[in-house]
């Protein structure tokens, strides 16, 4: 069964502290991994896609990694406005629909 | 502004009731796909159509119901509510039936609350 996981749940840090978060994906074959932004309200707003594994994105202070198993979004240096929801889908080779996790809520402290 | 409208932006209605649920996608997108989004779940897939035609069926309740249209607006029916019902509703559009590179665009959504 197709699944992704996303830890942590929550994860507040202070302003220029850099950590990672993290997506763990189960799938019969992978079409596409993305990374959505959404903050409280409003429609989740895309930010990546990767296709395969050893390959990254880059976007200002967020670094996206993909793995076989995993994809982790790194954080560097964040500021309070980078705060929102992170969320990740994955799109399998067989049907049409995503995969979404339940998120990452980042809270980044002045 | 992602180009994906959807209308009304909240919504509060009785338990028993209908709500229908509006989606205009973005310019030249083909697809559109509802989703679910309540506190505790996520987002969770509910129906997909393809230039008029239902082309995936996630977790859609019998209760609820979708078409798109000629113009390609799409409209979401939530009848007999629940309380359970209430939650975001997403609409999101890409150009082909399988998305694209960027995955899908979504509209801001309709809040429904049940009471």
């Known amino acids: 069964e197709d699944q992704v996981t996303q830890s942590p749940e929550a994860l507040r840090l202070q302003e220029g502290e850099s950590s990672s978060l993290n997506c763990s994906y189960t799938?019969?074959?992978?079409?596409?991994l993305f990374w959505y932004r959404q903050d409280p309200g409003k429609g989740p707003e895309f930010l990546f896609t990767?296709?395969?594994a050893g390959e990254e994105k880059e976007k200002e202070r967020l670094k996206a990694t993909l793995t076989k198993k995993e994809s982790f979004l790194h954080i560097t240096a964040p500021k309070p406005e980078d705060s929102a929801t992170y969320l990740c889908?994955?799109?399998?080779?067989?049907?049409?629909?995503?995969?979404f996790g339940t998120g990452t809520s980042l809270t980044v402290i002045p | 502004d992602s180009g994906v409208t959807q209308t009304p932006k909240h919504l509060i209605t009785a338990t028993g009731q209908r709500v229908t649920l509006r989606c205009s996608p973005r310019?030249?997108?083909?697809?559109v796909y509802w989703y679910q989004q309540s506190l505790d779940q996520g987002l969770q897939f509910l129906i997909q159509?393809?230039?008029?035609?239902?082309?995936a069926k996630g977790n859609i309740l019998e209760r609820f119901s979708a078409q798109q249209f000629p113009d390609l607006h799409s409209e979401l029916n939530l009848s007999s509510l629940e309380l359970g019902d209430s939650a975001l509703y997403f609409c999101?559009?890409?150009?082909?039936?399988?998305?694209?590179?960027?995955?899908?665009?979504f509209g801001s959504g309709t809040r429904l609350t049940v009471v």
């Open positions: 310019s030249g997108d083909l697809s």
């Open positions: 889908a994955v799109q399998p080779n067989t049907g049409n629909q995503f995969y």
């Open positions: 999101a559009s890409s150009v082909a039936g399988t998305g694209n590179h960027y995955g899908y665009t």
């Open positions: 990767l296709y395969s």
């Open positions: 159509y393809y230039n008029g035609e239902e082309r």
């Open positions: 799938v019969s074959g992978l079409r596409g």
